[in-house]
């Protein structure tokens, strides 16, 4: 499904991603950690080129997505959803029309748009909601309403940038509970990167561990933590028992 080889980037002397390879299988779940720093971010955002790299090889269904123009750009983005660490909705727009934006921008019927806008709404938990403003909502409800505008598209791909990160601690398992219900229900295929280890060991198929714009480790969750080979590994596990 998603293939990357070899992938660069930096600002200026600061070197985000020092030659990563990864490779996502279709309908995998795929979470990555590591400190603050380590490339997760850059390297997510590089999937679809919110990032430009500066070099290297992203292969998304086999398709070179470095070769892609500007308009076969924002086509291939429309099969890849991406929730961001902060919630970027438009304030004078209603929840639903948020959601919808972006099909009704693409030329969608707009009676299409809001029911498949109410769909999404219903499954993150927001049914009932889609006439309230931004600033009306907790902010785990705004982030809710993001990962819906995210899969409102029925994307084949999932990216995730630290979707709890801009909430209170209280409200960071509303959030999470909604992912995990999308990791149970969906064949979809989700790249995300978390500081939230419980909630990986609980929906990872494979944890991928960076280190200074590297893959420093990879592996099925319970087989890394009880043996974990590098030091942001073993740092992650202790985690687990504090």
Partial sequence: MLEIRDLRKSYGKLVA????????????TVVIMGPSGCGKSTLIRCVNRLTEPD?????????????????????????????FQQF??????????NVMFHLVLGGMDLEEARSRG?????KVGLKGAEQRRPHELSGGQQQRVGIARALVTNPEIMLWDEPTASLDPI???????????????????MLIVTHEVSF??????????????????????KEIFADPQSEIARLYKRLLVT
Wanted: hydrophobic share 45%.
């Fill in 17 to 28: 991603l020092d030659g990563v390879d990864l490779t996502v299988s279709r309908g995998e």
């Fill in 55 to 83: 070099s290297g090889t992203i292969l998304v269904k086999g398709q070179d997505v470095m070769a892609l123009d500007s308009g076969e750009l924002q086509e291939f983005r429309r099969n890849v959803g991406f929730v």
């Fill in 88 to 97: 970027n909705l438009i304030g004078r727009l209603t929840v639903l029309e």
């Fill in 118 to 122: 109410r769909v999404v709404l219903h």
């Fill in 171 to 189: 409200l960071v398992s509303e959030v999470l509970e909604v992912m995990e219900e999308l990791v149970r229900t969906t064949a979809t295929t």
């Fill in 200 to 221: 990986a060991l609980r929906v990872a198929e494979r944890i991928v561990f960076m280190d200074k714009g590297q893959v420093v480790e990879e592996g099925v969750p």
